[in-house]
T-cell receptor, first 109, second 113 residues
Framework: RKEVEQDPGPFNVPEGATVAFNCTYS??????FFWYRQDCRKEPKLLMS???SGNEDGRFTAQLNRASQYISLLIRDSKLSDSATYLCVVKSGANNLFFGTGTRLTVIP | DGGITQSPKYLFRKEGQNVTLSCEQN?????MYWYRQDPGQGLRLIYYSQIVNDFQKGDIAEGYSVSREKKESFPLTVTSAQKNPTAFYLCASRDPGTGIEAFFGQGTRLTVV
């Protein structure tokens, strides 16, 4: 079983839509969770950390469900510039970062 | 500006050749990492280094070697023993001060021809 699993998509949504991605992780002892954004042929960049109580950054909301071992990312009012691949990242232990395969989002005019 | 610089951006290698990918950072980060990214797969850890003159194998170290003689530099050598080296290689550092677990360079796209 993979450490981190994501729906690869693609998700094609119109501008202004709300879209949600989920990610599940296998290690119940995982301590930290993140969403990274990766543009085509570029490096991943940290989008936001995911906190136990859930957190919001503008149009982006991240949530963690430890009982079910999943994290989610909600994007409201999608913009064309949101088109990218979103990577779910889970930290287990001091040096173990596990990356999901990414979910590809395309926002359509 | 502080950051991580990888070079070259694109690299072509003939089968049987060793190549070295450069990774330099001026962020004063102790920990540095090399990942490999293939289509349809998550990033996989090749090697990491927590401190100068020390490094550890990651999940897919076979066919690769690294050195960490200076804090700023963590070069990766892809040897001829690596059976399937064509991939996107990403170098990263960790900044515990900001909580950024992986701060990436721009990547090197290696193609074996």
């Amino acid at each position: 079983r993979k450490e981190v699993e994501q729906d690869p998509g693609p998700f094609n949504v119109p501008e202004g839509a709300t879209v949600a991605f989920n990610c599940t992780y296998s290690n119940s002892a995982s301590q930290s969770f993140f969403w990274y954004r990766q543009d085509c042929r570029k490096e991943p960049k940290l989008l936001m950390s995911v906190y136990s109580s859930g957190n919001e950054d503008g149009r982006f909301t991240a949530q963690l469900n430890r009982a079910s071992q999943y994290i989610s990312l909600l994007i409201r009012d999608s913009k064309l510039s949101d088109s990218a691949t979103y990577l779910c990242v889970v930290k287990s232990g001091a040096n173990n970062l596990f990356f999901g395969t990414g979910t590809r989002l395309t926002v359509i005019p | 500006d502080g950051g991580i610089t990888q070079s070259p951006k694109y690299l072509f290698r003939k089968e049987g050749q060793n190549v070295t990918l450069s990774c330099e950072q001026n962020l004063n980060h102790d920990a540095m990492y090399w990942y490999r990214q293939d289509p349809g797969q998550g990033l996989r850890l090749i090697y990491y280094s927590q401190i100068v003159n020390d490094f550890q194998k990651g999940d897919i170290a076979e066919g690769y070697s690294v050195s960490r003689e200076k804090k700023e530099s963590f070069p990766l050598t892809v040897t001829s023993a690596q059976k399937n080296p064509t991939a996107f290689y990403l170098c990263a550092s960790r900044d515990p001060g900001t909580g950024i677990e992986a701060f990436f360079g721009q990547g090197t796209r290696l193609t074996v021809v």
